[in-house]
């Protein structure tokens, strides 16, 4: 019997510990030193309107605009109610298709390119919400968002390249580009013509 008093003690302080005291100690300190990180890093559009959070991925269809990385979240991808990868292996041949008819898709931005597509560009994440590309999957788009927007490929590129972020502390992770906020530029310094 004291074994189990005991036992369920531990569960108890251990439970408050870990499941309130420490998320609200962390997140006190999230809302003292990053309020907006923790408030969800929304992002705002030249009306002041959030259109979204540099944390989430969305779905760019329009040729003027960085599209995203595949999603498999949901039927048609990016269902916040259906966050997943495909689950499928090197060996199935559905995911073989897929990645076949999006490296077609991908070589339609870049046609006569012989060099291999950027596999951000042909490959779901796990989540299906990742917010980033690789910088050679962004700019492998420039050459279609400069022809649907009327300028040259040089300047989408520049583009591109300003929203380029580093290694987090320069050691963690690769450069990536923030799909979001790099179409939010595109719209403000090329804006397309109607």
């Known amino acids: 019997m004291k074994l189990a008093v005991r036992s369920a ?3 108890a302080v251990l ?3 870990l499941g309130g ?41 329009s040729g003027k605009y960085l599209h995203s990385r595949p999603s498999a ?13 495909t689950n499928q292996g090197p060996t199935n041949a559905d995911l073989a298709k897929a990645i076949a008819a999006a490296v077609a898709a991908a070589r339609e931005d870049r046609p006569g390119d012989a060099r291999p597509v950027p596999a951000d560009l042909v490959t779901t994440s796990a989540s299906g919400f990742d917010p980033h590309l690789s910088p050679d999957a962004a700019l492998w788009q420039a050459a279609r968002i400069a022809k649907a927007r009327g300028f040259s490929e040089e300047k989408v590129a520049e583009i591109i390249r300003r929203h380029v972020e580093p290694r987090t502390l320069g050691f963690l992770g690769e450069p990536r580009v923030n799909v979001l906020r790099t179409n939010l530029d595109l719209d403000r310094s090329l804006p397309a013509a109607r």
Do not use: C, M, N
């Open 73 to 85: 979240a949901g039927k048609d991808g990016y269902d916040a109610t259906a966050s997943q990868g």
């Open 15 to 17: 439970t408050v510990l």
């Open 9 to 11: 003690l531990y569960v």
């Open 21 to 61: 005291v420490y998320p609200a100690v962390v997140w006190g300190v999230s809302r003292v030193f990053w309020r907006e990180k923790a408030d969800g890093s929304f992002v705002t559009g030249a009306d002041g309107r959030i259109v979204g959070s540099e944390l989430i991925g969305q779905g760019f269809r």
